[in-house]
Every structure is written in C-alpha cells, then in structure tokens.
Nanobody, 123 residues
C-alpha cells in the first residue's frame, strides 16, 4: 500500500489558479498510475486527470486545456496545476494510486486514496 496526502486546496476567485500536491509514502510512486478525481456535494466522484507510470497523461474533457497533471518521482509527489478555474470546478479533489490501470476514469481501478482537499471557486 501507498499512503497519499493532498495539499494545496483553498478558496480562489474565478479565473484564478491553484496547484494541488499529492505526497506519497510507503512505496515508490514511480510504479503507480496516479489519478486526480473530484467530487462535488450531491454528485458522484468524477475523473479529472491521470499520469501513468510511463508518464502519459489523459484528461477529462471538462478540464482539458486548463489543468496539467505531472509527477516528480524523485520527490514521490504528483501535482495538479489548475488554471482558469471556474465555479463548477468547486469540489473535493482526491489523488489515487493504482497499478496496471486499464480504465483510467473508473475510481474502482485505483487501490489507494488520499483524504482529499477542498477547492472552492467563487464567481
């Protein structure tokens, strides 16, 4: 298992930026596919972005062109740079780790999760 801790959330005005971090401990992050998911009140958890163990990236259409996922294996950390934020981006953002993930958008494919960090975007 790998333990994940997110940070970097907060309150930001629409159009602003935030960078989320996901720090891992317990195992080397480099062997995992790492995803960011988000969940707004009353809604299901939804996929935002993933960076595979090989460094490939994929994004949900709703965040493509505005969010950038990256990983620093030396620091055992994954990042989500969020630009041009909109009120509809308001959610709890969680990072997740999985090995040999086939369906990147499915939460069930990931085995380890962080506790989440709140992102609130005001209009």
């Amino acid at each position: 298992q790998v333990q994940l801790v997110e940070s970097g959330g907060g309150l930001v005005q629409g159009g602003g930026s935030l960078r989320l971090s996901c720090a891992a401990s317990g195992r080397a992050l480099r062997i995992y596919d790492m995803g960011w998911f988000r969940q707004a009140p009353g809604k299901e958890r939804e996929f935002a972005a993933v960076v595979t163990s090989r460094g490939s990236t994929y994004y949900a259409d709703s965040v493509k062109g505005r969010f950038t996922i990256s990983r620093d294996n030396a620091k055992n950390t994954v990042y989500l740079q969020m630009n041009s934020l909109k009120p509809e981006d308001t959610s709890v953002y969680s990072c997740a780790a999985g090995r040999f993930v086939n369906n990147y958008v499915a939460p069930s494919e990931y085995t380890d999760w962080g506790q989440g960090t709140q992102v609130t975007v005001s209009s």
